[in-house]
């Protein structure tokens, strides 16, 4: 029995190697000098200068200064990946609505569209009408098949990590047994990453909107659901199973009302929104939505405020329990529901101060979210652009 010697690898085989590394450091990072390259990487500084050089003539790199890291003198030179090298589209599927966007590898809005539906009982309709919709917005954003690195797909429920299937059978019932991932993935032609859609409102959050410099953030959607997303040190924590941040259905009441998870007395049963316009209603004012229900209440609605103000009092429990666990440096309040800025997030921010244990001298920092409806869609595209799959070759078979 002979053993063959292991192939020798190629200096070529080892410089795409190389060049892919660094096309994903710079791709997970906020953006690197030469030096931090050469030291992340480990490569000399003149195998780095010279790989730099191939990237950025192939114009996949960006080099500029950066302002923002100027410590007195002249800003440093930081190398990013140049936008245009590639897109990936965000897809939004809420209980109402289907969000679709076309980004840039800087996570710019190239194209968007936005559908209202109710998306519960219709699963299949749904997938084939984000089909329709990504095959017109790639044409109106000039994006080609082969420009296109991926897409995010965000659902509003635990999304099994394993199967890539909703992981509860009672929340959207229709839609238990599909996996939209490779449906989706098959129609589009492209790999499809599927997420609970209140982590990808974090991560978007936590990368371009009100959770930059975060270390530990929590971002409560309050919404039809109310859900929450961990980001630590910039990546989702998804917890053993995919299903971390699961707030809405944690119990604040004993006696409070039976959920549609099976509980009693769920945050989701207090807070979101169907249950405000319940309450509105038993006050004799039949509202459509949330947005009327906020409406009524920048319009000076007693009754409206105290059901905001209300539901910001129950979510303060939560955040501050969900606070006390985590060590979070940041919530950030988001969805339709969370729009409703102070009105809400006062109350919230009262409760939560008032309940959470944090270190002595120091109180949570709770704000209302920056990205407004578009934070899910595009935390679909900063999915495909953040997980740690490799995308340098795909990258590097481009240009
Ligand atoms: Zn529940």
């Known amino acids: 029995m002979t053993s063959a010697a292991p192939p020798a690898v190629r200096p070529s085989d080892a410089r795409t190697a190389n060049l892919s590394r660094v096309l994903d450091l710079l791709r997970l990072s906020d953006g690197l000098t030469r030096a931090e390259v050469s030291a992340r990487t480990g490569l000399s500084r003149s195998t780095v200068s010279s790989l730099l050089t191939e990237l950025l003539d192939r114009a996949l790199v960006q080099e500029a200064p950066d302002p923002t890291r100027a410590a007195g003198g002249r800003p440093p030179a930081v190398l990013r990946l140049e936008p245009s090298a590639g897109a990936a589209l965000g897809i939004d599927i809420g209980n109402t ?3 679709v966007v076309v980004a840039d590898l800087g996570l710019g809005l190239l194209a968007e569209d936005l559908q209202r539906v109710d998306v519960t009982e219709r699963p299949r309709e749904t997938l084939e009408m984000v089909e329709a919709t990504v095959a017109r917005l790639l ?5 080609g098949p082969g420009d296109l690195l991926g897409a995010g797909l965000g659902l509003p429920g635990p999304v099994d990590r394993a199967t ?9 019932p229709a839609w238990v047994g599909l996996a939209p991932a490779a449906e989706l993935s098959a129609r589009l032609g492209c790999d499809v990453l599927v997420e609970n859609d209140a982590n990808l409102g974090a991560l978007a959050e936590s990368l371009h909107g009100a959770g930059r410099g ?4 929590a971002y409560v959607k309050v919404a039809t659901g109310v859900g929450a997303g961990l980001v630590v040190d910039g990546r989702l924590f998804r917890g053993a199973s995919g299903t971390a941040g699961e707030i809405g259905h944690t119990t604040l009441s004993n006696a409070g009302p039976v959920c549609r998870c099976g509980n009693r007395g769920c945050l989701e049963q207090l807070a979101g929104a169907p249950a405000l316009l319940a309450q509105m209603a038993e006050a004799g004012v039949e509202l459509e939505s949330a947005a009327a229900l906020l409406r009524l209440a920048q319009d000076g609605h007693a009754g409206a405020r105290r059901v905001l103000a209300d539901a910001g009092a129950h979510l303060g429990v ?15 309040i988001g969805g339709e529901v969370g729009r409703a800025e102070e009105l809400l997030v006062g109350p919230l921010r009262y409760a939560a101060r008032s309940a959470a244990v944090t270190t002595a001298g120091s109180s949570i920092d709770i704000v209302g979210a920056q990205l407004g409806e578009r934070a899910e869609a595009l935390g679909g595209a900063a999915l495909v652009l953040r997980e740690p799959v490799a995308l340098g070759p795909a ?3 481009r240009r």
């Open 395 to 397: 990258l590097l078979a």
């Open 164 to 172: 890539g299937r909703l992981g509860s059978a009672t929340i959207l």
């Open 318 to 332: 939560a955040v501050a329990n969900l606070v006390t666990l985590l060590d979070a440096d940041r919530v950030v």
């Open 139 to 143: 044409v109106q954003a000039g994006v």
């Open 97 to 99: 609505h289907v969000r």
């Open 214 to 217: 975060s270390r530990v953030l």
